[in-house]
């Protein structure tokens, strides 16, 4: 508390203490930390008052009221040790206790047991012997109700926070039970494994099927799956490995203490039994551990005889620091712009359009804008199994009265909360985005002022919308004329605040990615939605530090902090780093891969990703990382296309070392090291730094550059050339917790919300594009299938981290593609039939998932690899020619039964 806010002070048990305005009298006893039950309190959540556990005596007052629900007013004198008090409170415990089965009042299950085993409660029991069998049908936790006191706090979990409505108290009176609807078992239900019920409850009734065991420290970090950015708290065991289970950090500005299954219990992959920890070389066809020493050198001899021939990936897992270090070890001492990293195959053309219409490449504005908007247009995304806690988030928008549109070819869960569904066929987005663009100009929805204040283009961009009437729009896209004017004065007069438009890969990945992006962009010049409180426009980003790898420079057509290569950057970058650096763009992962068969790339050095699963038309690219002299692995594990490397160098995990990862709305926050990395594994900054110096030393450019002691100062340095990171550093993020840039200087609180007054190039530009083909591929006679490809919640990308998570493999533990029911008929397939796919590329073998999900002559299968199948053997390598992106998401393929 700062000194001069308004404060309430009481005495409790003799002690003062002063508390905030608003605070309870729980919150003041918590405060002097006195040990008083508080079973059905989540910390987090306002007070249920179901279990009277808190009672207290306060002077003047009739009976013995809950602390939690009691205003804390200035000068009350409160006991909570009174003798009949204490009586009459153990007497209430001592029932819930007795509500609970005997075999878990035993300590190291919850608060219950805790405070029970404070006043010796063990073995009694009350309530009449009802023995529920364990609800163990989940993979992480059990639900048991045999230890339920009913307190309610999984349900409010569930319902209110989570808003998925697994759980619910269900009966009457003395049959009151938690659990499921029909009586059914958590795998039947709905239930998301997010594990929010799991960290509130008090008694081990939903808890970890790990045992228990005694945490000896707790890290706040920062989630090391998706570009959410949730605040995860790692508890660390006595044996140094993580608890299956992360708390939340209910601080945490994005995730406001919400997290979703794979940062709830998904970290385990650090400790799995193939981690690769000491640096490996390949001599004669099989892997030798070697030193630092040695594996470093070689790495150096590799890519300084390939120098001029020479590309890298960095790595959207790994941190900003991590980024920073491998673009200018590429750049400084390899005299090359040949950096890219998997923001080519995700966001790309959301960059680029973006940079073009608007010159920032980055989300508009904050998940708080999400839940402020009167409506939200969903596009080509699949927040509920990709950003869950931005799902979230939604859903809490939606049930405060802001209207839905979801825009996919596919029924995704967020239909369900949907005010409309566009479902267009897939790569007709242009068209539907331009005959949208019609309705708001024909029907007066403009927004005027910003248009003529703030814009550029317009009516070259207004004769381009001519062709694209409603009739034309909805024989092209099969979406009804009537559902495209409707989603067009939604969007573009939103019941209350602004329109947040909202999209992901279904739009990107297509031949015509950029061009979809432009159509998108040109909706929200058009009518103005963006630059104030609940408006703004989003390309939800993947990885969790992906925003942070483009900011940081690991792009090949960008310096740090998205500088084009203008005489000055250039000047500024030669002042800092002591050397020129080449003055034009670099080439892109895709045309990466396409330089390895030509042979114009010789030597890459890989960061944290795993091209021959991510990639697509796999055979293809193969071959094309066969043809290397030299392939640099640096990763946790020794994946599919490491297996073609020449040097394996091991890398620490998030958990292991220091850093910061930026999130998709811009915000900077903190990785912390919870333990020391395994073996001789050691941290990407470090590792580049030694590679880079040894490289540079043996091509006699640059002396020093690369001594880094600490995360901290790469920052540093990263911030003096980056100027909206320039008021960031970690002491700061530390003190204040995750700051959004742009942060000009250090008294600076950071932006919510960009476009406010101003665009980086001045005016916004509305960028004409028409329909080109839907794809480059599309179905035929022998290929009678659109095949869409994509993700689900419990797997992420190929599957090199989520299939070393035993919980999440046997939440998905085989590859299904998705089927309609009609053509299912057609080819006699079931339920769980095993199908060949077999596109012009290649073949896989999976799962029939019969849905209405996926319309008839339209197929989904999610890219992870499991049994030796992953959908990259059937995509096509075909690409957007602005931002070189694949199209990921259309190819043809045809469908044959193989037995049950
Ligand atoms: N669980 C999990 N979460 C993840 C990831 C993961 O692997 N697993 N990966 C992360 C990363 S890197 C990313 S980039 C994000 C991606 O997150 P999303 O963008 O949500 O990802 P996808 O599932 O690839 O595709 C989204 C949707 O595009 C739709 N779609 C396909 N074709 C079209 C079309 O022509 N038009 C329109 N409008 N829609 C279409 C698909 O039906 C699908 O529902 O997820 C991140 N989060
Ligand atoms: N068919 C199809 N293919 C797709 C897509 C699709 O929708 N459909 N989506 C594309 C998209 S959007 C993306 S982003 C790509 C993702 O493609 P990739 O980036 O190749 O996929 P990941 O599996 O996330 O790879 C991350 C790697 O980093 C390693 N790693 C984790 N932490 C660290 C660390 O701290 N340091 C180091 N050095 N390594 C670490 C992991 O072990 C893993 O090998 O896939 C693309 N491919
Ligand atoms: S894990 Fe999440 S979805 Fe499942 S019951 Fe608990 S709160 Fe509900
Ligand atoms: S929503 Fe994303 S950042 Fe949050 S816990 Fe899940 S995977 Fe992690
Ligand atoms: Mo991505």
Redesign the pocket.
């Known amino acids: 508390m700062k000194m001069g806010d308004a404060v309430v002070s009481l005495t409790i048990n003799g002690t003062s203490v002063a508390v905030q305005p608003g605070a309870t009298v729980l919150d003041a006893v918590n405060r002097l930390g006195l040990p008083l039950p508080q079973l059905c309190k989540d910390p987090d959540r306002p007070a249920l008052g179901a279990c009277r556990t808190c009672l207290v005596k306060v002077e003047g007052m009739h009976g013995f009221p809950a602390s939690c629900h009691l205003p804390a007013r200035e000068g009350m004198v409160v006991s909570t040790n009174d003798p009949v008090l204490t009586r009459i409170r153990n007497g209430v415990l001592d029932l819930t206790c007795g509500m609970a089965t005997p075999s878990l009042n035993r300590p190291g299950f919850g608060q219950l047991s805790d405070a029970c085993a404070r006043l010796g409660f063990f073995q009694r029991r009350h309530m009449p012997w009802r023995h529920t069998p364990v609800d163990d049908t989940k993979s992480f936790f059990v639900l048991d109700r045999d230890a339920c006191i009913l307190c309610g706090r999984c349900t409010v979990a569930c319902n209110d926070v989570q808003q998925i409505g697994a759980i619910a108290l269900l009966g009457r009176g003395a049959r009151t039970t938690v659990g499921v609807f029909g009586d059914g078992s958590l795998a039947s239900s709905v239930c998301t494994s997010c594990g929010q019920c799991v960290a509130t409850c008090p008694t081990g009734a939903i808890r970890p099927k790990e045992a228990p065991a005694p945490v000896m420290r707790e890290v706040e970090t920062t989630c090391p ?3 959410v950015g949730c605040g995860i708290r790692l508890r660390v065991r006595a044996d140094g490995r993580l608890a299956l289970i992360a708390d939340d950090v209910p601080t945490n500005r994005s995730s406001l203490g919400m997290l979703c299954v ?1 940062g709830r219990f998904g970290t385990g992959f650090i400790h799995a039994a193939d981690r690769i920890t000491p640096p490996m070389v390949r001599r004669n066809g099989s892997w030798h551990p070697v030193s630092w020493d040695e594996a470093l050198d070689a790495a150096a001899e590799g890519l300084v005889t390939n120098r001029g021939r020479f590309g890298a990936l960095a790595s959207a897992k790994a941190t900003n620091e991590d980024g920073y270090i491998v673009q200018k070890f590429v750049r400084a001492v390899m005299g090359t712009n040949n950096i890219d990293h ?1 923001a080519r195959l ?2 790309s053309p959301s960059v680029v359009a973006m940079l073009r219409s608007l010159g920032s490449g980055a989300t508009s504005n904050s998940y708080d804008d999400y839940e402020a908007a009167g409506c939200l247009m969903v ?5 509920s ?3 869950p806690v931005i799902a979230v988030r939604l859903r809490q928008a939606v049930s405060r009265g802001a209207r839905l549109i979801v ?4 029924r ?1 869960e967020l239909c369900d909360q949907a005010d409309l569904w566009l479902q ?1 066929r ?4 242009v068209t539907l985005f331009n005959a949208m663009a019609r309705v708001i100009i024909d029907e007066g929805l403009t927004n005027l002022e910003f248009m003529r204040n703030r814009t550029e283009g317009f009516e070259a961009w207004r004769e381009s919308l001519e062709p694209y009437t409603l009739q034309f729009a909805e024989q092209v896209t099969g979406v009804p004329q009537e559902q495209i004017v409707q989603a067009a004065r939604w969007y573009a007069k939103p019941l209350f605040a602004g329109s947040c438009l909202i999209w ?4 990107t ?2 031949t015509n990615g950029t061009a979809n992006v432009h159509a998108l962009l040109n909706l929200s010049l058009v009518t103005g939605q963006m630059g104030f409180a609940g408006s703004g426009i989003s390309p ?4 969790n530090n ?1 925003q942070g790898c483009c900011d940081a420079g690991c792009l090949p057509t960008h310096l740090p902090g998205y500088q084009r290569y203008t005489p000055e950057a250039l000047e500024k970058f030669e002042a800092a780093w002591g050397v020129r650096i080449p003055n034009s763009a670099g080439i892109t992962l895709t045309e990466m891969i396409e330089a390895c068969l030509d042979g114009s790339i010789r030597a890459m050095y890989m960061v944290g990703e795993n091209p021959l699963l991510t990639e697509p038309n796999l055979h293809h690219a193969t071959r094309a990382l066969s043809n290397l002299d030299c392939l640099v692995v640096q990763d946790l594990f020794l994946h599919e296309t490491a297996e073609l490397a020449h040097v394996f160098l091991p890398a620490a995990a998030f958990a292991e070392k220091e850093g910061t990862f930026t999130n998709s709305e811009r915000r900077v926050q903190r990785v912390r090291k919870a333990l020391d990395p395994p073996g001789e594994a050691k941290p990407d900054w470090w590792i580049t730094s030694e590679l880079a110096r040894r490289v540079a030393q043996r091509l006699g450019v640059l002396s020093s550059g690369f001594e880094y002691s600490h995360p901290a100062e790469v920052f540093e340095e990263m911030a003096r050339l980056v100027p909206f990171l320039a008021g960031i550093s970690h002491d700061r993020l530390d003190r204040e917790g995750g700051i959004q840039w742009p942060c000009p200087t250090s008294d600076h609180p950071g932006t919510r919300f960009l476009y406010a007054e101003s665009f980086p190039i001045g005016k916004a530009q509305f960028v004409p594009v028409v329909q080109t083909a839907e794809a480059a591929e599309l179905p035929d006679h022998d290929f009678p299938f659109l095949l ?10 190929g599957g090199t981290l989520t299939r070393r998570v035993q919980g999440l493999l046997e939440l998905a533990p085989r590859l299904e593609v998705a089927i309609n029911p009609e053509d299912a008929r057609r080819l006699d397939i079931d339920q769980g039939t095993l199908v060949r796919l077999t596109s012009r590329r290649g073949e896989l073998t999976a799962y029939a998932q019969i849905t209405e999900a996926v319309r008839a002559g339209e197929v ?1 299968i999610p890219f992870v690899k499991l049994a030796e199948s992953g959908a990259n053997i059937l995509t096509n390598s075909v690409y957007d020619p602005f931002a070189k992106i694949p199209e990921y ?2 190819c043809a393929v045809m469908i044959e039964r193989l037995g049950k």
Do not use: A, E
């Open positions: 799956y998706c570009g794979k998997c995700c966001h596009v080509g995304s699949d927040p199994s990709n950003h825009v996919n070819p596919k995704i267009q897939p790569g007709t987005d992901g890969m279904g739009i990945q297509h939800l980003r993947g990885q992906v869409n490809t994509g993700r689900i919640l419990y797997h992420w990308h989904f998401k259309v």
